[in-house]
């Protein structure tokens, strides 16, 4: 396949390719949603059936779609949506509200989105964003003035409704949900949450009011269905320019689906986790090494995203460390196992790092106090170590108690690793004891 | 609205001269006016009977506002009382009847108040001053004077409408002969009301066509109820209409008057000698005439009206009025205000001419109380209320108000006959009575349904002419159109209905000659509508003054295309079983209906106060319960079974802060806005002052709990309010907990609270039955067995009832689709109720962990094992990654890196599957299980 001629027919290669990766990018990075929903769609279904009832029949409803992450919340709903719009009598009607438990942090911005996005605020001037309980009562008065026949439907999405149970006493969703439960403004409060135990989050009145309906998406695809997707979301349909590049990357991916290292390395992405958006990093990584010169994926190129997918960044930080900064890890690892994962102070280290020297009666890592205490101060910023109490900075620097924040076989991988490390370095972390 | 700035000063009250009369039964003294100095100042305030004053209210910065009818005191002269008729301020006024007024109210417009709730008795020491009052014709627009002490009065409120104010209470005293003999009399009528109106009208304005010929009809017929209605005036204008209940005290005024009024009614042939022995001209002529009407039984119309035309001396004037004549031969009803419009006219003039010789006088403003005698003074003041009004007015109000100006004497007359002979000599007892009479006019009419609907229905066509002739007159817009109720209902039938409203138009074209062309087509156009089929009179046209846009109330805009209805069975099932649908009736608490109902209706009736406290766990219909006791108590106030009362309510949890409760409640009982401490001061005074016009307020508070703060002052004040005298407040709160009292409160507060506790136990499962049976009303939707379970099972676990019919409307959801595809018989059944009961209360750990990734699922193996090595149920990452990676190589997986692990660790905390301590402590975090150990293992074996 690396044979193929650039000279095109139709395009030039770099044109393809930059096509190619506009079109895929966009697939990968900014969600798009599919045309049809893949093993949701029962929930489809379900959802779509519910919003609709809100938006034509006025019906008020809650429900929380709950799913871990990156199992297609956001998408599921999003699909819903768009196949609501399609219908003019919902199109026409419903009004939408979407909130986000990490912008909306508390109440008071929360109504004074709502307000915003119900355009409300046209209505009073700037005379809404006075007071939280201004506000408060400005929406609940007008959720109350209109009854389920006459007025628009509002649709509250509330993402991370988690979030949201945290609020003080969760005024905003006691609110909505006793809207949706009383003859007021029709309502359909819609929660995304990937807390399973996001019910017991809500207070006794609150948990009275919501409906109980979850939606649970947790998907359990298979590893072909994965292999699949990986392969769907990488091709290029039909509608693309120049056809022949197109038939020629569709089998290019198609062989590499079907080469064996590649496999293996979907395989242990896909033990880790089964969530799509992961996949979309990585065919992210591999697709950024696609160029003019090189205009496919080839197994080695997953390979090294797999690579830096999987990379460990603490080890990765280790491998920046100054030689010293390396010893006094190598100092804490030998105390932790000394002392079992007690917490050490720098004297502790220092001592250690000295006995290693007296050893090697090598003068060449002989280092003055302060350099060390530098080094130490090091390490710490990089959150190598931190003390055990933050709080306490009464205590001299060179007692605090500290922890080291790496595990042993990252210090070991970091030292294989490290560039021109010394062999008497390398033993000294190796050997069992200090 | 500051009406007076040193709110600390002392003022010193004192009678002004000897008392005019001295009451021996009630030991009391009547006097002519009070002086009220401010200590330190030397300008005195003189109060004299007919003046509107401001009283010390709740509120600093809107006293109330009231006429004097009668300044007493008792022997010693240490209390000072006053008589008052009251008016309302729009503030006072519950917002949601505000509504009614159709129109945005004037800041400085106040209601004449004809309520029946409020004492009349005040204590003159609570008089803060004088305050000018302009009567307005209802459709004459606000004078855009920047005087802000300046009130005007366009239309009365008697608690449930508003109506136009029948009659200037003000001049109706104002001639009223105090010097006279009997001075008890109230209204020496005809003579006084006039006084005022001719005064600034120009002499252009034609006298009425229709003429006196009502009087007469009236004095025939409608005298006695006349008599009584008004003589229940006397004292309070309610007082008549409060005996029904007799639930309020009377005070001893109350009680005089009554009895007046017994004494009176069986003594009528004195009243003929004392009119006579009234040494005004005027008012001798006018009572002559008006005895002489009452005494004789009905003559001939012509005779009468021509004695009526000519018994005032001058008549010029009237000789226009007798015009139209013809056209009031055939109204007969007795009421006729409409038609006594031109005597009164007659009358005005003539007291404008002669009142005590001195003319001037007449128009003088009340800023000039001193001048004059006794006598005189209590004319006055109600000149010169009466003087601005005139002059504010449009033509054709002009008109329409002396119309009703002219009914008032000959009402009057009759009280003032009868209560003389109890009154003896007070020389002020027809100031006292002559404001009323207003007030009594209306309950009477107001009975009269046919013609209240009739003249409902020619308002609304009148309202229609009106709105024509803005289109019309580019001029005209701002000339709101209310008219006077009074005058619509002059007559009974339809006929004469519309006799007068052809006579009103005609008179219209003539009066608003300066207007435009179209006005006289609009009359041929109400003849002929007013003849168009009845319609539903409570729609008002709202004249289209835009809205302030900082009132205006926010809405969820309407939907374009309308809500779809239920199309088939399960549909109209699911939209019954919503929550939100209202029941008619609440299945199953009925004991606890009545508790609360008995309750809260002894407490409106006896006009006392008192808390309940509810509880119950969610969804047990608590707050269902007393709206629908609310709704009751509402209709009976409304056909008149109790007194009316004022219900509010507030949430704990729709409030931001325990102290936006005192805001909330304030903004619902006045409309007010202010910020928590003021209006914790303001509801403080409202129900710590014996604010005499008070309708029984209840209050429910939903979510208490909510409203507890530190020192607990919120939840003190709502349950220290109601144990006030004077404060007639009716708390019920509710929360969930039985002993919320005990747990959370302390015991100053608990105390207040008292001991009318009840609790709402969670629903059995045949009452969830039951609801739900109710709910659907004979909609064949479920099974009977499908019903039991759902029933059963909610009931086992919460006794929710929300959760009982979301469950059934899921189940209806479920049913539908499975019908869609399968042969079932349309009606919910058991599988449908099983997968709803499953989907809501089965929780997802189990599937989820079935659902997670290998390495999750390992590291969820790695942590049991880790818990099983420690013996503990906690270990850090560190340590269960050691496991974890141990667990790799036994599966022959490539071992994780720590940040992979970690990536694993945090999802499955994210779930909830593992409880992390934050991620910034890295390895270090330590890690629980969210699920029981057998939970997982039991979800990795099935795998």
């Known amino acids: ?434 | 609205m500051k009406y007076f700035t040193r709110l600390r000063v002392r003022r010193v009250y004192k009678w002004r001269g000897a008392p005019l009369s001295f009451n021996r039964k009630l030991k009391t003294c009547e006097y002519g006016s009070l002086d009220i100095s401010v200590e330190g100042l030397p300008r005195i305030t003189v109060i004299k009977t007919g003046e509107h004053i401001l009283i010390e209210g709740d509120d600093e910065d809107n006293p109330y506002v009231a006429k004097v009818i009668r300044l007493f005191g008792d022997e010693n002269g240490k209390q000072k009382k006053a008589v008052v008729q009251w008016f309302v301020r729009v503030s006072e006024v519950p917002l949601s009847k505000l509504k009614l007024l159709g129109r945005e109210p004037h800041p400085q417009e106040i209601f004449y108040y004809q309520g029946r709730s409020c004492d009349d008795e005040v204590d003159a020491e609570s008089i803060l001053r004088t305050v000018e009052v302009k009567h307005l014709d209802g459709a004459a627009p606000f004078p855009d004077s920047d005087d802000r002490g300046t009130l005007y009065v366009k239309l009365s409120w008697d608690s449930k409408t508003f109506k136009a104010v029948e009659s200037e209470p003000a001049p109706a005293s104002s001639c009223s002969p105090p010097p006279c003999p009997k001075p008890s009399l109230p209204p020496s009528p005809p003579c006084s009301p006039p006084a005022a109106a001719p005064a600034s009208r120009g002499p252009a304005r034609r006298a009425l066509p229709t003429p006196d010929l009502a009087v007469m009809r009236r004095a025939a017929t409608g005298e006695v109820r006349y008599c009584r209605a008004t003589m229940s005036a006397g004292n309070a204008a309610t007082a008549e209409a409060e005996s029904m209940h007799s639930v309020t005290k009377r005070s001893a005024s109350k009680c005089l008057s009554a009895k007046r009024r017994g004494i009176s009614a069986r003594t009528p042939g004195i009243r003929k000698k004392l009119e006579l022995s009234s040494p005004e001209k005027k008012s001798m002529i006018s009572e002559d005439l008006m005895s002489q009407l009452l005494d004789e039984e009905l003559k001939s119309e012509v005779m009468l009206a021509q004695r009526l035309s000519l018994s005032p001396p001058q008549a010029v004037p009237l000789k226009h009025s007798l015009t139209p004549l013809r056209k009031n031969h055939r109204a007969p009803t007795a009421q006729g205000s409409f038609p006594l419009k031109p005597s009164a006219v007659v009358l005005n003039k003539m007291s404008l001419s002669e009142m005590n010789g001195s003319p001037s006088s007449a128009r003088l403003d009340s800023t000039s109380p001193q001048q004059g005698d006794d006598e005189m003074e209590a004319g006055l003041p109600a000149d010169s209320v009466g003087t601005p009004r005139r002059r504010n007015c449009t033509p054709r109000r002009q008109y329409l108000t002396r119309g009703q100006k002219a009914t008032t004497p000959s009402q009057k007359w009759e009280p003032k006959t009868l209560k003389e002979p109890a009154l003896g000599m007070l020389a002020e007892a027809d100031n006292e009575t002559s404001p009323m009479l207003p007030v009594i006019a209306t309950p009477r009419s107001s009975k009269r349904k046919s013609a209240q609907l009739v003249s409902s229905r020619i308002r609304k066509q009148l309202n229609l002419l009106e709105n024509q002739q803005d289109l019309n007159s580019d001029g005209e817009e701002e000339d709101e159109f209310v008219l006077s109720k009074k005058e619509l209902q002059s007559s009974s039938d339809d006929d004469d209905e519309e006799e007068e409203a052809g006579l009103d138009s005609d008179e219209e074209v003539v009066v608003k000659k300066g207007r435009n062309a179209a006005a006289a087509t609009s009359k041929q156009r109400t003849r002929s509508l007013t003849r168009t089929p009845r319609k539903t009179p409570k729609k008002k046209i709202t004249p289209g003054t835009p809205r302030t846009p900082c009132r205006a109330t926010p809405s969820i805009p309407s939907r374009s295309r309308p809500a779809r209805l239920p199309a088939n069975v399960l549909e109209e099932a699911r939209t019954r079983l919503h929550v939100s649908s209202v029941p008619e009736s609440l299945p199953c608490r009925e004991q606890e209906f009545q508790d609360i109902y008995s309750f809260v209706e002894s407490k409106i009736v006896d006009g006392t106060g008192g808390c309940m406290y509810i509880s119950g766990v969610p969804g047990t219909g608590k707050t269902a319960t007393v709206h629908e006791v609310m709704r009751c108590l509402q209709h009976a106030a409304d056909v008149d079974e109790i007194p009316p009362f004022h219900f509010i309510e507030i949430n704990g949890m729709k409030m931001t802060d325990p102290h936006q409760a005192y805001v909330q409640v304030l903004q619902k009982l006045t409309g007010q806005k202010s910020t928590a401490d003021h209006a914790a001061a303001l509801l403080e005074k409202r129900f710590s002052n014996p604010a005499p016009r008070k309708e029984t307020t209840v209050l429910l508070v939903d979510e208490l709990d909510l409203l507890w703060t530190r020192k607990q002052n919120v939840m003190y004040n709502l349950f220290d309010w109601p144990t006030r005298r004077h404060a007639r407040l009716v708390v019920l709160t509710i929360a969930n907990t039985m002993d919320l009292p005990e747990r959370i409160m302390i015991n100053r507060v608990a105390s207040r609270l008292g001991l009318t506790r009840m609790s709402f136990q969670p629903y059995s499962f045949k009452q969830l039955q039951q609801i739900i049976m109710s709910r659907l009303n004979k909609v064949k939707a479920f099974e009977e067995d499908a019903l039991q379970l759902v029933s059963r099972k909610v009931a086992a676990l919460s006794g929710d009832a929300r959760r009982c019919l979301d469950i059934c409307r899921r189940a209806t959801e479920i049913c539908e689709h499975s019908s869609a595809d399968s042969h079932s018989t349309g009606l919910v059944g058991m599988s449908h109720v099983m997968e709803a009961l499953n989907e809501m209360f089965s929780s997802a750990y189990i599937t989820a962990i079935k659902c997670a990734s290998v390495q999750e699922q390992l590291f969820l193996r790695a942590v049991i094992a880790e818990f099983r090595r420690l013996g503990l149920e906690e270990a850090t990452f560190q340590q269960v990654f050691v496991q974890h990676q141990a667990l790799c190589r036994v599966e022959g997986l490539q071992p994780a890196s720590v940040s992979e692990g970690l990536a694993v660790c945090q999802r499955l905390g994210a779930c909830r599957l593992l409880l992390l301590e934050p991620s910034r402590l890295g390895v270090l975090q330590r890690v629980r299980l969210n699920v029981s150990q057998d939970d997982v293992l039991y979800a990795l074996k099935a795998d």
């Open chain 1, 1 to 434: 396949m690396s044979k193929r001629k650039s000279k095109d027919a139709h395009l030039p290669v770099g044109e393809c390719i930059t096509q190619l990766q506009e079109i895929l990018r966009k697939r990968l990075c900014h969600q798009q949603l599919p045309d049809r929903p893949e093993g949701v769609e029962a929930q489809h279904k379900h959802l779509l059936e519910l919003l609709k009832r809100t938006a034509v029949h006025g019906e008020s409803n809650s429900v929380l779609i709950v799913g871990p992450r990156g199992a297609g919340k956001t998408m599921l709903l999003k699909c819903v949506l768009r196949d609501l719009l399609e219908e003019t009598e919902a199109q026409t009607n419903l009004l939408q509200v979407h909130l986000n438990g990490l912008l909306q942090t508390n109440d008071r911005i929360a109504l004074q989105e709502i307000t915003r996005q119900l355009h409300l605020e046209n209505v009073v001037g700037d005379k809404v964003f006075g007071s939280f309980a201004e506000n408060l009562a400005f929406l609940l008065e007008a959720l109350k003035k209109g009854d389920r026949s006459s007025s628009r439907p509002v649709l509250f999405v509330l993402d991370e409704f988690d979030l949201f149970a945290h609020h003080k006493n969760q005024t905003l969703l006691y609110n909505l949900l006793d809207v949706s439960q009383s003859a007021q403004a029709p309502i359909a409060v819609v929660g995304t949450t990937c807390r399973l135990d996001v019910l017991e989050l809500l207070e006794k009145r609150v948990k009275s009011r919501f409906s109980h309906r979850q939606i649970h998406l947790l998907n359990n695809p298979t590893f072909t269905q994965y292999l699949e997707r990986v392969q769907t979301q990488l091709s290029l349909s039909d509608d693309f320019p120049d056809n022949k590049f197109s038939r020629d990357w569709n089998a290019s991916i198609e062989t590499l689906c079907e080469d064996k290292s590649v496999a293996e390395v979907l395989q242990r992405h896909f033990n880790s986790s089964k969530d799509f958006r992961s996949m979309h990093m990585l065919l992210m990584l591999c697709l950024s090494r696609v160029s003019a010169a090189k205009p496919a994926i080839r197994p080695a190129d997953l390979l090294e995203a797999s690579k830096m997918c999987f990379a460990d960044a603490k080890a990765n930080m280790l491998h920046g460390l100054s030689i010293l900064e390396l010893c006094l890890i190598i100092a804490m690892k030998h105390l932790n196992d000394v002392y079992e994962g007690e917490p050490f102070n720098l004297q502790m280290v220092h001592n250690e790092f000295k006995k290693f020297l007296q050893r090697k009666s090598n003068s060449m890592y002989n280092f003055e106090q302060p350099v060390i205490m530098k080094a130490f101060e090091h390490l710490q910023q990089l959150e190598m170590i931190r003390p055990v109490d933050s709080s306490v900075v009464k205590t001299q620097r060179e007692y605090r108690l500290m922890r080291l924040m790496l595990d042993h076989s990252q210090v070991m991988e970091a030292l294989q690793k490290y560039p021109q490390c010394p062999t008497d370095v390398k033993q000294w972390a190796m050997s069992a004891f200090g």
